[in-house]
């Protein structure tokens, strides 16, 4: 595994204190809705992930296909474009416009168009990326996914991250959420007090780690499992030591 066990000392997503309530009343919905709705804007503070978190499930996006590149970068594109106040969705829209002009000291690109997948990470900060990639389906679509990480070098509790999931139909140009897949991963690893992502730049399954967290003697003890593609979604298994 590519995974660097202790890595989440200082990346910890804070999974469990980040999950939004279901009974926030219409007004304060109707702020969130509309802030998503603002695109091409200025990057906001950490905690952009959590609205992110409370609106794509329910937020089809279209526009791919008009979009110039290979697929990842048109996938990624439409994304960052609908979340832009996440600064690393910011950086990456403004690689994928101008790919050969793109000049940022902090942020570094990592764009595999021929394995579909493309990452946008901080230099200097702890984790403070996000990562896409996209599966060929048996049916003809493609699953396209992206995962959003925001660690905290002082306070894991600040530190967040978020993996979503789209059925893209190219016959429609829409990418339809598709949160089943993102809630078996939260599901499964609820046990854990932290969970760490990996998508894959080659292959086809995703790697997870979920930590068991000692805090005052520093240390953890970590699990890894396979999310291993089927040809139209994942299966959860526990890896082999």
């Not at 940022?104 to 990592?110: H, R």
């Not at 946008?120 to 992206?146: E, I, P």
């Not at 979920?210 to 003697?217: A, K, L, R």
Request: charged share 25%; glycine share 6%; net charge negative.
């Amino acid at each position: 595994m590519a995974l660097a066990a202790f890595s989440f000392m200082l990346t910890a997503c804070g999974n469990k204190q980040a999950k939004q309530p279901n009974n926030a009343d219409n007004n304060k919905q109707e702020v969130v809705d509309e802030r998503t709705q603002e695109e091409d804007s200025p990057a906001s503070t950490p905690g952009d992930i959590g609205v992110i978190r409370s609106v794509w499930s329910r937020n089809p996006i279209s526009g791919a296909a008009a979009v110039d590149g290979k697929d990842i970068e048109r996938f990624a594109y439409v994304f960052c474009k609908k979340y832009s106040r996440y600064e690393p969705n910011q950086v990456l829209l403004s690689y994928l416009k101008n790919p050969k002009g793109f000049n940022n000291e902090d942020y570094e690109v990592d764009n595999h168009t021929n394995n579909g997948y493309i990452k946008c990470m901080g230099r200097f900060q702890v984790s403070y990326d996000v990562t896409g990639c996209y599966w060929n389906r048996n049916n003809g679509h493609k699953l396209v996914a992206f995962w959003m990480e925001e660690g905290h070098e002082s306070d894991p509790n600040l530190a967040d991250n978020l993996l979503v999931f789209y059925d893209y139909d190219s016959a429609t140009d829409m990418m339809t959420p598709e949160p089943a897949l993102s809630e078996a991963i939260d599901n499964a690893m609820d046990q854990y007090d932290e969970y760490s992502i990996v998508l894959p730049d080659k292959g086809k399954d995703i790697e997870i780690v979920g930590y068991m967290i000692d805090y005052e003697n520093d240390s953890a003890e970590s699990t890894y499992y396979i999310y291993r593609w089927n040809g139209n979604d994942f299966k959860l298994e526990k890896a082999k030591n």
